[in-house]
């Protein structure tokens, strides 16, 4: 049974700054890529930050300088940290998990809503 469990969503004014958790279990998690992904209404889901099992990064164009994507393999959890927090950054966002083109899991999803 793989659960992620996302948290740290919530209202934020523009310029503010919010950290995203998500709490994985029922994986080795340690072996697994982790991603933050977003979905706005009426708009396509898009990669927002991405770790693989070694600790390299890689981000979305919409939030590079901005958005901060790391994990602690001992609390199985993976975090974003979210800085410079623009309207457009509302969506819910969803934590991702992955190895391979079989295993793959998602969460489901934390609301963030920035806005003054």
């Known amino acids: 049974q793989v659960q992620l469990v996302e948290s740290g969503g919530g209202l934020v004014q523009p310029g503010g700054s919010l950290r995203l958790s998500c709490a994985a279990s029922?994986?080795?998690?340690?072996?697994?890529?982790m991603g933050w992904y977003r979905q706005a209404p009426g708009k396509e889901r898009e990669l927002v930050a991405a770790?693989?099992?070694?600790?390299?990064?890689d981000y979305g164009d919409l939030v590079k300088g901005r958005f901060s994507i790391s994990r602690d393999n001992a609390k199985n959890t993976v975090y974003l940290q979210m800085n410079s927090l623009k309207p457009e950054d509302t969506a819910d966002y969803y934590c991702?998990?992955?190895?391979?083109?079989?295993?793959?899991?998602w969460g489901q999803g934390t609301q963030v809503t920035v806005s003054s």
């Open positions: 770790i693989n099992s070694g600790g390299s990064t």
């Open positions: 029922g994986i080795a998690f340690s072996l697994y890529n």
């Open positions: 991702n998990a992955y190895a391979g083109r079989v295993w793959n899991y």
